[in-house]
């Protein structure tokens, strides 16, 4: 928001009295604004933050002290997928101007892989024609575990040059590397070296912010600029258009009244935003108003497990594709899943896509998966502990039917790691060689008895009773959370067929698993139950298999519920935020999806199937009264637990909806890519404060996001061009709103957002 209503404007003799000051007699720490100080452009230490520096595509940054160029710390990229993946920052217009000569440096270091690796500092740039490209500022080899300065005294950037980015990248490797003293001065200068700087309210070039820049800043408010880069400097506040503010804005800095100039929002051109719309078809989606379920629709998920950790759910999930047939047909599903799916909500309708985590490394859908032995990544489970007095996290994974695995993080995203190096649970392991399905773990620590315990199996050898299968097994962990405390013990589930879900409640263990398709209609210790019902036991000494008793019937197949059209019915019994809850998957999804697009899928009997067996990820709240739990499944899903604050920083890839053709890229730190027509919603938005200004951190080559309430076509609150770069851009609310609104960002063309805010 400008702020200029709030800065009282300075009269005729304050203005006389700033004539008295110039740069030279100002303090130092009136420093021109991106650490201008001692003449450099920046120069960027990593001591209190990354100094603006981002991951270029995949990869995580993170500020480590454990080997700093200088000071305490340097800036590590890691988790790269790809050479040109690596360390990048938006060069300020304000400083940087096409055609001018720099000196730019920066100290590269790597601390693992080969003992020796090329670098480079490269160039990002949008020309004159539109057309982005790429050029090289320096190259060098660097040595493992040992500094290296990438350096050009003298870079003269493109002419054309707009929306540069600034990168450092490696040449043919993706390990983690660091950089550390980044600086840019001008050509063939260094830090005091007396050159001079082009900056923000420099409107003359000569270096130095004094009453020559307010001389030419008042003439130039009178006649106008002859020169574009004067223009420029003089919008001090950077809302694009120089007026009476920055002119203001000028003198109180030379007055030392302020230190920095404030930065003001883009003045919007309704009218010219509006037609970038005006051919835009909006986008479908097959979760309707008023449903919240399926959790997500990006991609499909399948066998939820969860946790609870800082006040979120984090559900994960199997990760459903579709697959295709060698003819190129869809084709059912074959649960060909190495990956892992993560999303999380602190309201239970919002949900942050934190991408797919990848497991199985021997999977042929799997990049880079952690686990090298692993083949499959099916039907998860986790969970925390403080270790050493730090939170850990483990999550447990099938390896399809022959064993469990887990990995282990530092944080509920990751990155996550193999401590093993192979199977915590197989065929092999103590009083399971007879267990037919090795799958399905569920989990549960309690940390007031500091015990753990696992569940899984499933299945049954031929010629067992469906009634006894006796392919159920529960074993304690060991504190470690990795280990076993004992040997694995057989339980006695009746119509046990797959689907390990446990949570305790008060002194009460419940175990709840989902029954075979043999069942017909049963009643066994006063539950009465029917195929692939979601059926709960009930223990207080859960290594004790005569405790263990048949107490209730939580949530009937989907097929019975018209849901869905049937079929494995796999959840986990959730306590958040003071409520029960059954997450489970459904088909519902995929059955909208393959009718309205035509979709043909085929089974292995070559016949067309209305769902394909892909599965989406659904919750609803559940009633726990007197010891027993039970929950309804529906498209309405559950109640929003709490409002979304606009005021912070909000994730692109929190969502409630979306059209169908939005994607989530990347892992973890993820983004959202948008098509003409794409629109995205996130649900109980509450501006207690009204709304005065919108940030979005995208990019999109011109592509405006209109942001509205209520629709994607509803009553409009801005609209916010990106340009070539991932940046952030900050523009004046067309409109007031105020109270819990439903919130919608609707792309003109091709988009990719990171973030958004409101001010």
């Known amino acids: 928001m400008k702020i200029s209503s709030n800065v009282k404007k300075l009269s005729s003799t304050a203005l006389a009295g700033a004539m008295l000051f110039t740069q030279s007699a100002l303090p130092a720490d009136v420093a021109l604004k991106a650490n201008a100080e001692d003449n450099y452009y920046y120069h960027d230490t990593f001591e209190d933050g990354n100094d603006g520096w981002e991951a270029r595509g995949a990869g995580e940054t993170t500020l480590s002290g454990r080997h700093p160029f200088a000071g305490t710390n340097a800036l590590l990229i890691k988790d790269r997928t790809s050479a040109w993946q690596g360390l990048q ?198 979760k309707y108003d008023g449903e919240n379920n399926p959790l997500t629709t990006t991609r499909f998920g399948a066998d939820p497990g ?65 686990c090298s032995w692993a083949s499959a990544a099916w039907a998860p489970d986790a969970c925390w502990k403080m270790i050493n007095g730090k939170p850990k996290f483990f999550l447990y994974f099938a390896n ?157 197949n989907t097929a019975s519920q018209h849901i869905d059209n049937g079929g494995n019915n796999h959840h986990s019994i959730v306590y958040f935020k003071g409520k029960y809850y059954v997450v489970y998957h459904s088909r519902q999804y995929a059955i909208r999806k393959i009718k309205a697009e035509n979709i043909k899928v085929y089974t292995n009997q070559g016949k067309l199937s209305a769902d394909g067996n892909y599965r989406s990820t659904q919750i609803n709240e559940a009633t726990f009264s007197n010891g027993k739990l039970s929950c309804n499944g529906n498209m309405k899903g559950v109640s929003q637990i709490e409002w979304l604050d606009p005021y912070t920083t909000v994730q692109a890839e929190t969502m409630s909806n979306q059209s169908d053709d939005v994607q989530v890229n990347g892992l973890r730190n993820t983004t959202v890519s948008m098509k003409s027509g794409s629109w995205i919603k996130v649900s109980g938005v509450n501006f207690s404060k009204g709304v005065d200004t919108i940030t979005i951190k995208g990019s999109g080559n011109g592509t405006v996001i209109k942001v509205c309430t209520g629709s994607p076509t509803g009553n409009v609150i801005g609209y916010v061009e990106l340009n070539g770069s991932m940046s952030e851009q900050t523009v004046a609310a067309i409109d007031s709103v105020s109270g819990t609104k439903d919130l919608y960002f609707v792309a003109s063309g091709n988009a990719t957002l990171d973030s958004w805010s409101m001010g």
Request: charged residues 20%.
């Open 400 to 556: 399809s039917g022959g064993g469990i695995g887990v990995v282990t993080a530092d944080s509920p995203t990751g990155p996550w790691s193999d401590p093993l190096g192979h199977a915590l649970l197989s065929h092999n392991s103590p009083n399971c060689s007879n267990v037919e399905w090795m799958f399905d773990p569920g989990v549960y620590y309690d940390e007031n008895t500091n015990e753990a315990y696992l569940f899984f199996g499933g299945g049954r050898k031929n010629g067992v009773p469906a009634a006894t299968p006796g392919t159920g097994r529960v074993v304690k962990l060991g504190n470690d959370m990795i280990s076993l405390a004992g040997t694995p013990v057989s339980m006695n589930i009746p119509y046990l067929f797959e689907d390990s879900s446990v949570i305790k409640i008060g002194d009460t263990w419940y175990y709840s698993y989902c029954s075979n398709w043999d069942v017909g209609n049963q009643t066994v210790n006063g539950v009465n139950f029917g195929n692939a019902d979601i059926l709960y036991m009930t223990s207080k000494t859960p290594l004790d298999a005569n405790s263990w008793k048949l107490a209730g019937n939580v949530f009937k």
């Open 89 to 286: 920052k938006t060069l300020d217009t304000s400083y940087f101007f096409p055609g001018e000569c720099y000196s730019f440096s920066v100290n590269v270091d790597y601390e693992d892989g080969d003992s020796q690796q090329t670098f480079l500092l490269s160039l990002q740039y949008t020309d004159s024609t539109g057309t982005v490209k790429y050029d090289h500022i320096a190259q060098g080899t660097a040595s493992i575990g040992k500094w290296l300065e990438l350096s050009n005294p003298s870079y003269t950037l493109p002419s054309d040059a707009s929306d540069m980015i600034l990168y450092v990248e490696t040449l043919d490797v993706t390990g983690n590397f660091y950089i550390d003293e980044a600086k840019v001065v001008s050509a063939g200068g260094s830090a005091g070296s007396g050159k001079k700087l082009k900056a923000l309210g420099d409107i003359n070039f000569d270096g130095d912010i004094d009453i020559l820049d307010l001389i030419e800043a008042k003439r130039g408010l009178l006649k106008g600029f002859s020169d574009k880069n004067a223009e420029k400097a003089a919008d001090v506040d950077q809302s694009g258009v120089f007026d009476n503010d920055d002119v203001n804005y000028l003198a109180q800095f030379i007055s030392k009244r302020i230190t920095e100039f404030p930065v003001a929002a883009k003045a919007v051109d309704v009218s010219a935003m509006e037609a970038k719309f005006n051919n835009v078809r909006i986008g479908k989606s097959y």
């Open 306 to 370: 969860w946790m609870v950790y800082d006040g979120r759910l984090y559900i994960y999930t199997t990760n459903d594709a579709f697959e295709t047939r060698s003819d190129g047909q869809y084709q059912e599903n074959t649960y060909n899943s190495g990956t892992i799916n993560c999303v999380s909500s602190a309201d239970m309708v919002n949900w942050t896509d934190h991408g797919a985590i990848p497991i199985a490394a021997r999977n042929g859908r799997t990049q880079n998966g952690c």
